[in-house]
């Protein structure tokens, strides 16, 4: 990820929700780029996701559990496997998680789950009368849902009692694109029923435009201000925020970053002589959400609200110590993320 100064940040306020539920450790954003193939239209990276859903468990449930995917995928002539003695199971000690994943917007748009459907009909930009927005609406939740469905169960067979939400059917909404109507109470209601909910972006009514996308990393953002997680982790595809993009050979790893009320930020960890400089960014242009632009400034929004924000590359030893919280307090020298926090 590339960092750009901005101190507006998107807009997830004005639903005059209050916090659902209390005690929720972490709330997860998988990004689509870490669990996709690049340049292959809806393919996962199914390596990668078995990974994080190993890891995603390790940080979660105290204890030995089992299995909980029952279901047999097409194609496939595979009896599930179900344990006998459930009777006999005792219900282990865990966390409480929620996970938002998004859909992988690569530099070419047929590598992606929804972007490519959004993209080719304009959904994003709105127009539910026009033929080909509804259509493309259509698709691109048969897309974004599918990817929601393959997550769940990748996490359901680690047995994590993962629960499928999307914002469409939970009556999420925008109006010019920012969220206004998004109740948290389904949510709220999985996880103190003992459920991890896994969210996802998803394309959802406009009062104005009539329709748009809405990013997980607006989801996020609100998200965090309802539960008020203990702290927050974005998986990439990359280590971490640099000051440049990262296949510059010259780019720098940002270890550290502390966002100040007024949304400012400043680079703690390296030092650097000019730390206000602007920092490039490229967006591609089919990506629908606003690419990196979105996620680096809801991640500073929800450092405002005192929730440290770990951004660190999915399926490796850092993303485990991220996700285990391990990295709070004093960030160790050998751990490769970036921590985005309020100035203290």
């Keep these: 990820m590339e960092l750009q100064h901005d101190s507006t940040g998107g807009s ?67 009896i599930p496997n179900v344990v006998d003695n459930f009777d006999d199971q005792v219900e282990v000690e865990s966390k409480k998680f929620v996970v938002v994943h998004g859909a992988a917007p690569h530099i070419l748009a047929s590598g992606s789950f929804g972007h490519f ?3 080719k009909s304009g959904v994003h930009k709105g127009g539910l009368t026009r033929p080909i927005v509804k259509s493309g609406f259509v698709a691109t939740r048969i897309s974004v849902t599918s990817l929601n469905l393959e997550i769940v169960r990748a996490l359901a067979k680690e047995g994590i009692p993962s629960i499928g939400l999307s914002p469409f059917s939970c ?68 280590f971490g925020v640099y000051d440049r993009p990262p296949t510059d050979p010259e780019a720098v790893l940002l270890r550290e970053i502390a966002v100040r009320e007024d949304g400012s930020w400043s680079v703690v960890k390296p030092k650097t002589e000019d730390t206000s400089k ?33 951004i660190v590359k999915a399926a490796t030893e850092h993303s485990l110590r991220a996700l285990q919280g391990l990295s709070r307090e004093n960030i160790p020298d050998d751990w490769l993320g970036t921590v985005i926090r309020y100035a203290r």
Aim: aromatic share 4%.
């Design 117 to 119: 459907q959004a993209s």
């Design 171 to 238: 009556g999420w909404s925008t109006c010019e694109k920012n969220l206004t109507v998004a109740d948290a109470s389904t949510v709220g209601g999985a996880i103190d029923a003992g459920f991890v909910p896994v969210l996802h972006g998803d394309a959802v009514l406009d009062s104005s435009l009539g329709c748009t996308i809405l990013s997980g990393d607006v989801i996020i953002r609100h998200l965090a201000g309802q539960l008020q997680p203990d702290y927050v982790v974005f998986l990439t595809d990359v």
């Design 278 to 310: 602007q920092v490039e960014i490229t967006v591609a242009a089919h990506d629908t959400t606003g690419g990196m632009v979105t996620k680096i400034s809801e991640a500073a929004m929800i450092a405002k609200l005192r929730i440290d924000v770990y």
């Design 12 to 78: 997830a306020g004005g639903t005059g929700n209050t916090a659902v539920t209390r005690g929720v450790s972490c709330i997860v954003k998988l990004g689509g780029a870490a669990i996709t193939c690049k340049n292959e239209l809806e393919t996962i990276n199914e390596e990668n996701l078995k990974i994080v859903a190993s890891q995603l468990r390790q940080a979660m449930i105290f204890g030995p559990c089992h299995g909980m995917d029952w279901s047999r995928r097409p194609g496939s002539s595979d």
